[in-house]
């Protein structure tokens, strides 16, 4: 199974490296207009830097939102375990002496 997802990578890097190199030399100017304030670059951008930093953009969102619902649930557990222990009968102590 392992050799099996080494290929993968491999053959989805030489796929990202190929479309990188095949479109380093596109550039597309890059313009917001709000119709109340508008922003434009100087210099044209290249394709693959803005495909790449949306990808990057989009791993770190996603990123942050698992770490957020990760962290909630996780939040959660703990404190149904919590709450299970407290509700659970207790054994008698054999050393408490009553």
């Known amino acids: 199974m392992r050799w099996?997802?080494?290929?993968?990578?491999?053959?989805?890097?030489?796929?990202l490296t190929a479309f990188t190199l095949q479109n380093s030399s596109f550039r597309a100017p890059l313009q917001l207009d709000l119709y109340v304030a508008a922003w434009k670059l100087r210099s044209p951008v290249g394709v693959p830097l803005l495909m790449w930093s949306s990808?990057?953009?989009?791993l770190l969102l996603a990123g942050g939102w698992f770490a957020v619902?990760?962290?909630?649930?996780?939040?959660?557990?703990?404190?149904?375990?919590q709450e299970i222990a407290?509700?659970?009968?207790?054994?008698?102590?054999?050393?408490?002496?009553?």
């Open 69 to 81: 619902r990760a962290s909630s649930l996780s939040r959660k557990v703990r404190q149904l375990e």
């Open 4 to 15: 099996v997802w080494l290929v993968l990578v491999v053959l989805v890097a030489v796929v």
């Open 86 to 98: 407290m509700a659970a009968p207790r054994a008698k102590d054999p050393w408490a002496g009553t």
């Open 55 to 58: 990808f990057v953009g989009g």
